[in-house]
């Protein structure tokens, strides 16, 4: 699955925990994206990155972060986790126009 | 929100039949692309057209799109039992490197 590798692959936790989720490619692409996927709205764009340490908002940004410290690498952090915040995560990444998804993460607020 | 719609929500047909399903988007885009999710898995790239195209075909995909509607379309023909999955549009907005999705179309193919 184009070198795409998320984790954890599942995570159940508590309201007001912090939360990191991880995304490692071994593609060398430049962008990296989070998603998040909900029944009814599609997925969403949460952040991306065009570069180490160049990241950017996308439409549901609030309660989170990310990170970039190496080009294969993008954390994205639930600062303090909420109910709202239980979905499913996707990474992808950019290679001749098109993207490329991990597998998913399916987190669980309680 | 840049958020795009797709029409229907959910579609049911018999194996054999053709499938069509449609995508409006919000903003002006570079392309537009066509995604597959299976249940449980990550969204696979089917197909992408560009502004200045109007129609482009893979094998039993036809994409059409109608950048003065902000409206695209995908049908697949003689849908078999496998094409059972969810069928997202995705475009780009032409400020950048982002990509923005529709709230994706749930098809079902009846053997």
């Known amino acids: 699955d184009a070198g795409i590798t998320q984790s954890p692959r599942h995570k159940v936790t508590e309201t007001g925990t912090p939360v ?16 998040r996927q909900d029944p009814g709205h599609g997925l969403r764009l949460i952040h991306y990155s065009y570069g180490v340490k160049d990241t950017d908002k996308g439409e549901v940004s609030d309660g989170y972060s990310v990170s970039r410290s190496k080009t294969e690498d993008f954390l ?26 991990g597998s998913g993460t399916q987190l669980s607020v309680l | 929100s840049q958020q795009g719609e ?3 929500q959910a579609l049911s047909i018999q194996e054999g039949e053709n499938a069509t399903m449609n995508c409006s988007y919000k903003t002006s885009i570079n392309n537009l692309q066509w995604y597959r999710q299976n249940s449980g898995r990550g969204l696979v790239h089917l197909i992408l057209i560009r502004s200045n195209e109007r129609e482009k075909h893979s094998g039993r995909l036809r994409v059409t799109l109608d950048t003065s509607k902000k409206s695209s379309s995908l049908l697949i023909t003689a849908s078999r039992a496998a094409d059972t999955a969810s069928y997202f549009c995705a475009t780009d907005a032409r400020t950048g490197n982002q990509f923005y999705f529709g709230t994706g179309t749930s098809l079902t193919v009846i053997p």
């Not at chain 1, 990191?20 to 998603?35: A, F, K, P, S, V």
């Not at chain 1, 499913?88 to 001749?96: E, K």
Request: some cysteine; charged content about 20%.
């Open chain 1, 20 to 35: 990191t989720l991880r995304c490692h490619q071994t593609e060398n692409h430049r962008y990296m994206y989070w998603y």
């Open chain 2, 6 to 8: 797709e029409d229907p």
């Open chain 1, 76 to 101: 994205l952090t639930l600062e303090s986790a909420t109910s709202s915040q239980t979905s499913v995560y996707f990474c992808a990444i950019t290679g001749n126009e098109k993207l490329f998804f």
